[in-house]
């Protein structure tokens, strides 16, 4: 190997692997750059409203935005509800998937069952909404016999079963992490496979179900297109029982029907903005959390968090 | 008082009745996909067919075919895979190869999870207000882009990251022992082996970034457009918002052309998912390590 | 039977964040075109000492790292010197045979591709000639393209020796080389070093004490951090001065 040959070849080479790896540093900060970039914006434009609207009037209980009504409650309660119910849902239904692929289902049965439940995960969300307006409410109208099938009931079931694929990848996660040793020193005291499972096994996963109990709420609150098209878009504020089998509103919902409608600069559009704000609040805070609780799940997790 | 003793269920039993439960709830989970599924085939295969694919809608969408629905969501998806794909890798590569075990790596995987939570219609307020207005770009296939590439980042940072990372240790020692530099021994060993990994991750994330409606209503997508986009600063129609307004906006739409869309739709995804599982299925049976 | 010194190391300390495997003020001299062997037992500091001379210890969380190494003469431990180039050098064989995901004709050449060479004649005339000395040209002449990792360990192992030899290094380095082989792979390496030790300069660490015995024409035993004695292979083994190397050689503690 000449000296002079391979001198030549150092000195190109530097050069572009400098540049290179430039790029690639600058690659690395870019998820900084754009969430600090997404909350400046939501920022710049959300705060408008706090100088155009009083605060008594974003607490208000009345949205309508026609006639300057710009309450918030409606749409933070509508969001509540649903997101709550959903993951309160998806949760037990989750982890008993979990459960059963994990411990009751035969080999065969799992094959065919974990290709599906990813099959689940890539259905579009306004797929799932059009379904859910055509069929599934219609259904549940006639099932439970009310005025309507667009409810908060109606969504937090389809919202639940779409968080399903990311609750059921973290709580089989959790199942895996729970050494084999717990579960044969149960077996060896005589206890049942589902008292090992119940007494043993969940105990020790509590912190990894809790963190897909909020994932699942995190996947819940940013849904759109679905409650959307199936809860009914009635900005009332919810109360009592009887009001979850009623039309409601979520912020996400607000935001999709209405942007399109709103003149640049107005009052409405900078509410909007705010409520994009409060959403993006919203999910950082329930994200800070999760990943507190288990950090190192997350990065499965987060390719399920569709 | 003593209380009433309740019956007492033998360990057995209590195990049938749970075992049996959990059964239940996971035919909960899975059969409704089956039902989905399969619901959307039986009532719209009758509506697909080549003019279908083909055609330009008219008669205020009532009739025709999809094709520039089709042809946007496609140009969406390339665009969106221009933007996220090389910075995506190139996070990847430095989370995995370059990064120190600091604060700025820690800042950064929090940004990514942060990222990732966002819900999909604040990335469209984003977008409107960055791109298409800020920006000036108007509502195009290059503020949709953006936006959706944005928005699928983290998903392909995620599994490209985790693709590098199980590339053996031993395989950069054995580079730089030779004389490697760090970026010839990513270039030469780790990322084509990472590739496979890689591919099906990009291919998963574009899957979902063709899906997305909420990010595209306010950034490029049109409702009734009868010609194919001609360049980038165009609006373009896009298969999942079509869907969404044919079947909540346009009164006396035939119920065989709403669900013959989304079987369009949906076949165009799941084929992508498939895709991107045979592709890893046929890599991990190659590999030695 | 001291010829030119190819590897001086001046006083060298190392030690990792963990406080395992760290060296204290070692002044070794390594000896050109000789079979060099650094042994002793576990966690003695052979190993550290032995990527030192690569500087692959680099890539390690060493915590502090005192004096000095020269290669000719030359400072290889000051901060700017060329890394790259002195790993071309100073070649080394690992413990376990890896074998990187190419074919056995790309593994040889990957060193030299990395360099910048492109000539087909010259890749393939090192290759030809790595193989040859190596002893694996008649297993695998026919089959150059086949994937390196379907052959047995004995001949990766070879394989690993010959993707040196490739970047005809000056000096070369190996980490117990043939703990995973059975006894005519192990022959076979230890017959090779013997062959090639007129052009190249061996640095050994070898897997056990008979092993050093049968190749050793200079011989470092270590403890825990320490040279305890140095000298040829001959004296060593047979009239070792120091009693913990007596000990040591003759089993009463390992």
Known sequence: MTNEHEGQQKRSLSWLEFLIERAIQVSGISAIVLVILIFLFLIKEGTPTFLEIPLSGLFATRWYPIEEYYGLLPLIMGSLIVTIGAAVVSLPLGLATAIFIAEIAPAWVRDILKPFIEVLAGIPSVVIGFIGMLVFAPLIRVALNIPTGLTAFTGVLLLAWMALPTVVSVAEDVLDTVPKTYRDAGLALGMTRWQVIWRIVLPAGRSGILMALMLGVGRAIGETMTVMMVTGNAARVPVGLRDFFMPVRTMTATIAAEMGEVAHGSPHYHVLFTVGLTLFVITFAVNMAAASVVFRQVKRAERMLS | MMRPKLPQLSRQNSQRIAFALITLAAFVVVAPIFFIVGY??????????????????????????????????????????VVAVPIGIGAAIYLSEYAKDNAL?????VAIINLAGIPSV???????????????????????????????????????????RAVPQSFRLVSVSLGGTRWQTIRRVVLPQALPGIITGVILGLERAAGETAPILFTVAAFFLPRLPTSMFDQTMALPYHLFVISTQVPGMPERIQYGTALVLLIFVLSM??????IRNHYRKQRFW | MAGDVKIHIEDFGLRYSDGTESLHDITLDIYANQINVLFGPAGGGKSTLLRAMNRLNDLTDVVEQTGHIFLDGEDVTRPHYDIVRLRRRVGIVFARPVVLPMSIYRNITYGLELAGVRDKATLDAAVTRSLQQSALWDEVHDRLGDPAHALSGGQQQRLCLARVLALQPEVILLDEPTSGLDPISTAKIEGTM??????YTFVVVPHSVQ????????????LQGELVEHSTGRELFVTPKNTRTEDYITGRFG
């Open chain 3, 211 to 222: 092993q050093a015995a049968r190749v050793a024409d200079w011989a470092a035993f270590f």
């Open chain 3, 194 to 199: 013997q062959e090639l030790k007129s052009d």
């Open chain 2, 105 to 109: 790596t820690r800042a950064i995987r």
């Open chain 2, 122 to 164: 604040v990335f469209g307020l984003f977008g409107l207000g960055l791109f298409v207005i800020f920006l000036n770009f108007g509502t195009s296939i290059l503020a949709g882009s953006l936006t959706l590439g944005i928005m699928t980042l983290p998903v392909i940072i995620s599994t490209a990251e985790e693709a590098l």
């Open chain 2, 40 to 81: 959307i085939v039986y009532e719209g295969a009758s509506a697909i067919s080549w003019e279908f694919l083909t055609a330009y809608p008219y008669d205020g969408m009532k009739a025709g075919g999809l094709l520039p629905a089709i042809v946007g969501t496609l140009w969406l998806t390339f665009g969106t895979a």
């Open chain 2, 273 to 278: 998912n498939v895709l991107a599982t045979l």
